[in-house]
C-alpha cells in the first residue's frame, strides 16, 4: 500500500491537465476565459466543434478566445469525415504532450461526455475491427436504411441503443459490428473504472438548477438563429451536405434535416425542435457526467471553490 508520502510525490511528479465539462449552455465558456486565461491551452472536447464550417451550431469559441487562450483540435475535420472517439483519444495526448512542453497546463474540456470518459479512463476493451464484418455492416445498413439499423441495435442493444442517437450511425453500426464480432453488446465491454495513473488529472463537473439550464438553453438557441444559423445551414447544403455527412448529425444541424423529410417547416418550429433537442441532450450529459465520480462538481459561478480545488491539486490560475 502507498504510503501518503509516495502519493504526494506522485501527484508532483506527473504532468498535470484540467478536465472541465458540464451540460451544454451550463457555462464552460465564460468559466474558461475567467480562471484559464494564463498558463493554459485548451484541447476541444466537443464532436461538433472538430468540423470546419459549423461554427454557430456548435457554439464555437469566438475568434478572440481562440487567439487569447490556443485552441487545439478545433477545425480539423470537414463535416463529412468520421472521427472516433479512439482519434480522439490520441489527438488529445498528442496535444497534451505539446502543451506540457511549452510550459503550459492542458485544459480538456467541452459536453461530449464519451470522448472524456475514454480519455481519462480508457476505452473499453472491444475486439478488433474485422474489415469484412465492417463492410458486410455497412452494407447491410445503407440498403435497409437509418431506422432498420437503429432497431436492429434496439434489440441486440437495448442499453447501447439508449445512449446513441438513432441518427449516429457511425457509432450505430459501429455497435452492430461489435455485436457481430463477439456475440456480446457494446455495453458489456466496461472501461476502467479509475482514471490512468500516468497523468495528475484535476477533473470538476459544471452543474445548474434543472429550470436555470433549461432558461439558458432557450436562450442560447435563440441567440443561434440571431447570429445567422439558418444562413450558416443554407451555405452548408449549397456545399452539398446531406444526413448522411458525420457533422450533420450534431444538434443544430440534424433539425433541418428532418424538416426537410417532413415537409417544409418554419424557422420558428426549427428553433423550437432544437431546444427541444438541445434540453433532452443536456439531461444526458447530466446523466453521464454524475457516473464518472471521479469528478468534483461546482456551480459555474462559484469561482473560488474551483480556484481552491484547483490549488489542492498544485495548480495556479
Given at each position: 500500500?502507498?504510503?501518503?508520502?509516495?502519493?504526494?510525490?506522485?501527484t508532483?511528479?506527473?504532468?498535470?491537465?484540467?478536465?472541465?465539462?458540464?451540460?451544454?449552455?451550463?457555462?464552460?465558456?465564460?468559466?474558461?476565459?475567467?480562471?484559464?486565461?494564463?498558463?493554459?491551452?485548451?484541447?476541444?472536447?466537443?464532436?461538433?466543434?472538430?468540423?470546419?464550417?459549423?461554427?454557430?451550431?456548435?457554439?464555437?469559441?469566438?475568434?478572440?478566445?481562440?487567439?487569447?487562450?490556443?485552441?487545439?483540435?478545433?477545425?480539423?475535420?470537414?463535416?463529412?469525415?468520421?472521427?472516433?472517439?479512439?482519434?480522439?483519444?490520441?489527438?488529445?495526448?498528442?496535444?497534451?504532450?505539446?502543451?506540457?512542453?511549452?510550459?503550459?497546463?492542458?485544459?480538456?474540456?467541452?459536453?461530449?461526455?464519451?470522448?472524456?470518459?475514454?480519455?481519462?479512463?480508457?476505452?473499453?476493451?472491444?475486439?478488433?475491427?474485422?474489415?469484412?464484418?465492417?463492410?458486410?455492416?455497412?452494407?447491410?445498413?445503407?440498403?435497409?436504411?437509418?431506422?432498420?439499423?437503429?432497431g436492429?441495435?434496439?434489440?441486440?442493444?437495448?442499453v447501447?441503443?439508449?445512449?446513441?442517437?438513432?441518427?449516429?450511425?457511425?457509432?450505430?453500426?459501429?455497435?452492430?459490428?461489435?455485436?457481430?464480432?463477439?456475440?456480446?453488446?457494446?455495453?458489456?465491454?466496461?472501461?476502467?473504472?479509475?482514471?490512468?495513473?500516468?497523468i495528475?488529472?484535476?477533473?470538476?463537473?459544471?452543474?445548474?438548477?434543472?429550470?436555470?439550464?433549461?432558461?439558458?438553453?432557450?436562450?442560447?438557441?435563440?441567440?443561434?438563429?440571431?447570429?445567422?444559423?439558418y444562413?450558416?445551414?443554407?451555405?452548408?447544403?449549397?456545399?452539398?451536405?446531406?444526413?448522411?455527412?458525420?457533422?450533420?448529425?450534431?444538434?443544430?444541424?440534424?433539425?433541418?434535416?428532418?424538416?426537410?423529410?417532413?415537409?417544409?417547416m418554419?424557422?420558428?418550429?426549427?428553433?423550437?425542435?432544437?431546444?427541444?433537442?438541445?434540453?433532452?441532450?443536456?439531461?444526458?450529459?447530466?446523466?453521464?457526467?454524475?457516473?464518472?465520480?471521479?469528478?468534483?462538481?461546482?456551480?459555474?459561478?462559484?469561482?473560488?471553490?474551483?480556484?481552491?480545488?484547483?490549488?489542492?491539486?498544485?495548480?495556479?490560475?
Amino acid at each position: 500500500m502507498r504510503s501518503s508520502t509516495q502519493r504526494i510525490l506522485e501527484t508532483t511528479t506527473r504532468n498535470k491537465a484540467v478536465v472541465l465539462t458540464g451540460p451544454t449552455a451550463v457555462g464552460k465558456t465564460a468559466l474558461t476565459e475567467s480562471l484559464f486565461s494564463n498558463g493554459f491551452e485548451i484541447i476541444n472536447a466537443d464532436s461538433v466543434q472538430i468540423y470546419r464550417g459549423l461554427d454557430i451550431g456548435s457554439a464555437k469559441p469566438s475568434e478572440d478566445l481562440q487567439r487569447r487562450i490556443p485552441h487545439h483540435l478545433i477545425d480539423i475535420k470537414d463535416p463529412w469525415e468520421d472521427y472516433s472517439s479512439g482519434e480522439f483519444v490520441s489527438d488529445a495526448l498528442s496535444a497534451m504532450e505539446k502543451i506540457w512542453e511549452n510550459g503550459n497546463i492542458p485544459l480538456i474540456t467541452g459536453g461530449t461526455m464519451y470522448y472524456i470518459k475514454h480519455l481519462i479512463y480508457g476505452p473499453p476493451e472491444t475486439p478488433s475491427a474485422d474489415p469484412a464484418i465492417r463492410a458486410a455492416v455497412l452494407e447491410e445498413c445503407s440498403k435497409k436504411g437509418r431506422d432498420w439499423a437503429y432497431g436492429y441495435l434496439e434489440s441486440i442493444d437495448p442499453v447501447s441503443a439508449a445512449r446513441i442517437n438513432r441518427n449516429d450511425m457511425y457509432r450505430i453500426t459501429r455497435a452492430i459490428e461489435v455485436y457481430r464480432t463477439s456475440s456480446r453488446p457494446l455495453s458489456s465491454f466496461a472501461p476502467c473504472s479509475s482514471p490512468r495513473e500516468d497523468i495528475d488529472f484535476a477533473l470538476i463537473g459544471l452543474m445548474r438548477d434543472r429550470s436555470e439550464l433549461q432558461s439558458r438553453i432557450e436562450l442560447r438557441v435563440h441567440q443561434m438563429f440571431d447570429e445567422g444559423l439558418y444562413d450558416e445551414v443554407r451555405l452548408l447544403f449549397s456545399k452539398g451536405a446531406d444526413r448522411s455527412w458525420p457533422g450533420m448529425e450534431g444538434i443544430g444541424y440534424r433539425e433541418f434535416f428532418d424538416a426537410l423529410e417532413s415537409g417544409e417547416m418554419p424557422l420558428s418550429a426549427i428553433c423550437s425542435e432544437i431546444v427541444r433537442t438541445t434540453r433532452h441532450y443536456a439531461k444526458r450529459q447530466i446523466t453521464f457526467l454524475s457516473s464518472m465520480k471521479d469528478f468534483s462538481v461546482f456551480s459555474p459561478d462559484d469561482e473560488d471553490g474551483v480556484r481552491t480545488f484547483l490549488s489542492s491539486h498544485g495548480i495556479c490560475c
